[in-house]
T-cell receptor
């Protein structure tokens, strides 16, 4: 049981390049989330999904797109990277049932845009 | 708007007790969670309060007062390994929407 995994762990992009971050979970969770974390800013929600084939915008969605074609995967795309998107990106998932709203986080992707 | 306020830094010594406060202002509220994050690592779940009162899990306890829009995380018998960032997070609606996180409190424990 790997939990939540993220690919890649590190990436350096030039301004204007595109890339896709992959998140996978093996816990059969319905809900998946993408956050970015910047120093002193905490975790800010980019996009989330409440089930296969559905996505919704979070707090800071501009410049990002997502897709959830399979229940276990949630992809985050940057079409034209900007230096402001330099950040650590965390994916998380939750079951949507129970009473704790516990989210399980992946190890993060450290992205630098030059 | 929606906001959570928590102190940016707290320092303490081994064996001490420390309390990290969190006040929130959100459009909806289903519960208050706490997460721990060690430097360079992923956030991990610590506790959740849906009702007023104290929840205890080992050395850690979490408290909620819905009428005051306030909660805190209490860490007892501090150990060096407790040095980390601690985030409060609000569930603004029923399951299916994401948590709103505070900016985090960095706890430094010294010997």
């Amino acid at each position: 049981n790997a939990g939540v995994t993220q690919t890649p762990k590190f990436r350096v992009l030039k301004t204007g390049q595109s890339m896709t971050l992959l998140c996978a979970q093996d816990m059969n969770h319905e809900y998946m989330y993408w956050y970015r974390q910047d120093p002193g800013m905490g975790l800010r929600l980019i996009h989330y999904s409440v089930g296969e084939g559905t996505t919704a915008k979070g707090e800071v969605p501009d410049g990002y797109n997502v897709s959830r074609l399979k229940k276990q995967n949630f992809l985050l795309g940057l079409e034209s990277a900007a230096p402001s998107q330099t950040s650590v990106y965390f994916c998380a998932s939750s079951s949507g049932t129970g009473v704790t709203y516990e989210q399980y986080f992946g190890p993060g992707t450290r992205l630098t845009v030059t | 708007g929606q906001s959570l306020e928590q102190p940016s830094e707290v320092t303490a010594v081994e064996g001490a007790i420390v309390q990290i406060n969190c006040t929130y202002q959100t459009s909806g509220f289903y519960g208050l969670s706490w997460y721990q994050q060690h430097d360079g690592g992923a956030p991990t779940f610590l506790s959740y309060n849906a009702l007023d009162g104290l929840e205890e899990t080992g050395r850690f306890s979490s408290f909620l007062s819905r009428s005051d829009s306030y909660g805190y995380l209490l860490l007892q018998e501090l150990q060096m390994k407790d040095s980390a960032s601690y985030f409060c997070a609000v569930a603004p609606s029923q399951a299916g929407t994401a948590l709103i996180f505070g900016k985090g409190t960095t706890l430094s424990v010294s010997s």
